[in-house]
């Protein structure tokens, strides 16, 4: 995902799904601060899901769904007190 979208701090909406993305995901997603929905479903996202993404405080909906990310998921997932819903299935999607 390029970095610049990382600076885009008032940005309420993003939609990367299906978008051939690969590598971990940036801790600068919690720069995203006011970021309401986040799709990012069907990539080939890789690593753990960084603790950043508990700053996305006005977050209502987080799709990090069919990637292959590994690990725990973060605790700090627990701060999105908005949060409506959020899909984290099929993390190691098939490639066949």
Do not use: W
Not at 4 to 26: Q, T
Not at 32 to 57: A, D, M, R, W
Not at 67 to 81: A, D, H, M, V, Y
């Amino acid at each position: 995902i390029p970095e610049e979208i990382f600076e885009l701090e008032d940005l309420r909406h993003l939609y990367l799904s299906n978008s051939n993305f690969a590598g971990p995901l940036s801790n600068k997603i919690g720069n995203l601060v006011n970021l309401e929905e986040f799709y990012c479903h069907g990539n080939y996202l890789s690593g753990t899901i960084p603790g950043e993404i508990g700053n996305l405080q006005e977050a209502e909906i987080i799709n990090l769904s069919e990637n292959f990310f590994t690990g725990e998921l973060p605790p700090e997932l627990t701060n999105l007190r908005r949060l409506k819903t959020l899909f984290i299935d099929s993390f190691t999607r098939s490639t066949a």
